[in-house]
């Protein structure tokens, strides 16, 4: 439970101490102050919720001094008391922040539920600053991983583009982080504070696409029974990210660059045109250039999207990087597994670092998940590897990818499907016992 701490400023100090009385029963905790200016020295000294105070006090008016408070601590809730209301005083109380505005004396019983309903604001508006906070260091360039000199020169652009309202092309393989890219430029920009809406074009039809991104009108097609706002349009103020911009249509690529030129569209099914404010922040995989030639993506559009362009490297140009990254992952799905998983051993490692990564991170993030629930000591070891993964380590790994590589993979995933029953694993290998422990021994295999 949150205790509410009140500050009461009133020069009477009969009155003054009678309503710290009553508060002080309701369990807040309650300072008083005679005038102005030994509020405002407080409020530089202590966190107070709301504020009880009188219009009318020795230095100042209450009614301004809810303007300068409210400028300086807008968090802050202020309930104005006067005993002679006017609707002058009440109205410009109002347009200066005030919570509410009531009369000593005829309006006393209004003042602890007053109270309760200001902190509970107050209490609100704390959480979202928290929440907003917990989001911006979520998303921060410091919580992209990785120390190699692909990885930094590719942060080291995108902190330079944040701070303006620049569209940015991300362009990298599938799985390399693109959206966290655009979180991190979104939350580093002025705009950290508006919304930050996300769209993976190649996961709608054209018209399902269409009304994702620009909303409609009721009516404008069978089942739009009321008026949609389009992520465009719920963004803003803030930023737009359109993943898989390669897969959007030609006629939406139309509408996506007029916005961009004027900052207007059409809603499906609308007349008049709609005036936002928003970043695009666009990312594909695919080569655009080249998308032009064959018809699928308009030029001018790609003149518009590329002001800024980022490359992220895909995972097998950093591979520095890998053993961060899985350490990442790895304590972060062992607490959710509530697992006491303290590494990988080396030749985990080694595998993960002379794999391909067609995935990149994503591929990465998914195979350590999987060893993590497959492991049951604290060690992350290669028998929790996928046999694929295995073999194309060691393949990228050795200087000739032989028939021996792949069997003695084969031989330990076999060995592993009988929980180390050598006979059975012959059997099922069709090999006698007698080759089976030769090979063993030849390529140094444990039953386990």
């Known amino acids: 439970m949150n205790i509410g701490k009140i500050l009461i400023v009133d020069d009477e100090a009969q009155l003054r101490s009678l309503l710290a009385r009553i508060i002080k029963l309701e369990g807040f905790l309650v300072t008083e102050k005679e005038d102005i200016n030994s509020a405002v020295k407080l409020l ?12 009318k006090l020795p230095d100042g008016n209450g009614v301004d001094f809810v303007k300068e408070v409210k400028s300086k601590y807008p968090i802050i809730e202020i309930i104005l008391l006067t005993a002679f209301g006017n609707i002058h005083d009440g109205v410009q109380a109002m347009k200066n922040g005030a919570f509410d505005y009531i009369t000593k004396g005829d309006d006393n019983d209004k003042v602890i539920p007053l109270l309760h309903k200001a902190l509970e604001k107050v209490m609100l508006q704390k959480r979202v600053l928290q929440l907003e906070k917990q989001a911006g260091k979520r ?37 390399t982080g693109k959206e966290v890219f655009a979180q991190a430029i979104h939350y580093a920009s002025p705009r950290a504070k508006k919304m930050f809406m996300a769209l993976n074009c190649s996961a709608f039809s054209k018209e399902l696409l269409e009304s994702e991104i ?143 990564w067609r995935g990149n991170i994503r591929e990465l993030k998914n195979v350590i998940e999987r060893s993590v629930i497959l492991t049951e000591g ?27 590589t792949i069997e003695k993979v084969h031989i330990q995933k076999v060995l592993r499907h009988t929980k180390g029953n050598k006979t059975k694993a012959a059997e099922l290998l069709g090999i006698g016992l007698t080759t089976l422990y030769r090979k063993m021994e030849e390529y140094q295999l444990s039953a386990n």
């Open 378 to 404: 604290d060690e992350l070891t290669t028998d929790s590897l996928p046999l694929e993964l295995q073999i194309s380590s060691l393949a990228q790994s050795s200087s000739s990818f032989d028939l021996a």
């Open 44 to 55: 530089d000294k202590e966190e107070i919720d709301v504020i009880l105070c009188d219009v």
């Open 139 to 175: 998303y921060s360039f410091e919580n992209i991983i990785g120390k190699s000199d692909a990885i930094r020169a590719a942060i080291s652009f995108a902190q330079k583009v944040a701070p303006t309202d620049a569209t940015v092309l991300l362009l990298g393989e599938t799985g």
């Open 214 to 356: 620009f909303g409609h009108k009721a009516g404008a097609f069978t089942g739009a029974t009321k008026d949609k706002k389009g992520l465009i349009e719920e963004a803003n103020g803030g930023t737009l990210f359109l993943d898989e911009i390669g897969e959007m249509h030609l006629d939406l690529q139309s509408k996506l660059l007029r916005v961009l030129e004027t900052s207007e569209f059409i809603k499906v099914g609308d007349t008049k045109p709609t005036t936002v404010n928003v970043r695009i922040i666009a990312a594909t995989n695919r080569n655009l250039e080249e998308e032009v030639k064959i018809g699928r993506f308009r030029e001018d559009l790609i003149y518009r999207l590329n002001v800024f362009t980022i490359s992220l490297p895909s995972l097998r140009d950093r591979r520095e990087d890998i053993p961060l990254l899985a350490e990442n992952f790895l304590q972060m799905y062992a607490l959710r597994s509530n697992k006491r998983i303290t590494g990988m051993n080396k030749d985990f490692i080694h595998h993960l670092t002379n794999h391909y």
